[in-house]
């Protein structure tokens, strides 16, 4: 049966206005999943509910000023949180991806929990779609890694958890958020704990900072050639720092310099994906210009694995 998204939409928003009876903070991160959550319970709940957008320095590049548009663009009531401070130092001195998610996890449901209080709610509104749950495990199912936003949040949580779009997979989302007019819609996905599990190994603010501008470079000569029609435009296309140091040369010096991996891959839904075939000479651009543009690189590789037996994201 065709997916009806404007039935969904008319079906979950009185869904959200008969479970919450008050006030509601929607965990809102821009990207298309929370978006699309945070404007079908703004429907149900007009200003009963606080949109929170928390910036945890660990975000692409201009991302929070991106984010701020599309909020006021939608209506949406909405608050920007600072944090980067707390996120850097309950992450120092981790590197198990697992333990990373755990601490992201419990960090947002500290600071939802203190703004929820501020309003007086007693709901949160996540953006969970089915990938998070089944690929965090639970009852007969493996654990992939954990999300965030499902097995890495904390047993002792107090807000009530409302997920409209948990039995979704992300092309049904996109069609809700097409249908709701949401301009970041066809946005490539982006994870919860964000740049922090594309930096391999511990968390610091310089190798995010690394990090965030090898993936606005990667970003931007990828959709750069897929506007020229030199390429289809990847579902996903990112940077990773790997903790691998290389020898190179600078000038007449050898010098050791930080390994980037570039990975873009193909998928519906993000449960499967093929690796993207970026022409070579979009690859030598993206890899000239961030050994030339990106302090520290000397090294760039292209990930050409499949999902499975590699996952979208290292960690």
């Known amino acids: ?103 992201i996890g419990r960090k947002f449901i500290e600071l939802f929990e203190r703004e929820a209080k501020a309003f007086g709610a007693e709901h949160l509104v996540q953006g969970t779609i089915a990938p998070d749950w089944i690929e965090s495990g639970g009852q007969l199912r493996d654990r992939i890694k954990t999300h965030h936003n499902v097995a890495g949040l904390p047993a002792d949580m107090k807000l009530k958890l409302v997920e409209p779009l948990r039995d979704l997979y992300k092309d049904e989302v996109r069609a809700v958020a097409r249908t709701l007019g949401v301009r970041v819609a066809e946005r490539q996905p982006f994870p919860g704990p964000a740049l922090a599990v594309r930096v391999i190994g511990e968390v610091t603010p310089e190798r995010v900072a690394l990090v965030r501008e090898a993936s606005a470079i990667v970003e931007d000569e990828i959709q750069a050639a897929a506007s020229r029609g030199l390429m289809p435009l990847p579902w996903q296309y990112f940077a990773v720092l790997v903790p691998v140091q290389t020898v190179g040369v600078h000038g007449d010096l050898r010098v050791y310099g930080h390994t980037v991996a570039v990975r873009a891959v193909e998928s519906i839904d993000g449960m499967s994906a093929t690796y993207s075939k970026i022409p070579h000479d979009v690859l030598d651009r993206i890899s000239t210009r961030i050994t030339n543009e990106v302090q520290g690189v000397n090294r760039v590789v292209y990930d050409i694995s499949n999902k499975p037996p590699a996952t979208i994201e290292w960690e």
């Open 1 to 103: 049966m065709k997916f009806d998204a404007e039935a969904f939409i008319r079906e979950q928003v009185e869904l959200i206005r008969n479970t919450v009876p008050g006030r509601a903070i929607s965990a809102c991160s821009g990207g298309v999943d929370s978006t699309t959550a945070a404007v079908l319970a703004g429907r149900a709940l007009g200003d009963r509910l606080l949109a929170v957008y928390v910036d945890t320095g660990l975000m692409r590049k201009d991302e929070t000023e991106d984010v701020e548009r599309t909020l006021q663009a939608l209506g949406v009531n909405h608050r920007i949180l600072r944090a980067a401070d707390e996120y850097f130092a309950a992450l120092r001195g981790v590197s198990d991806p697992e333990k990373k998610r755990m601490i």
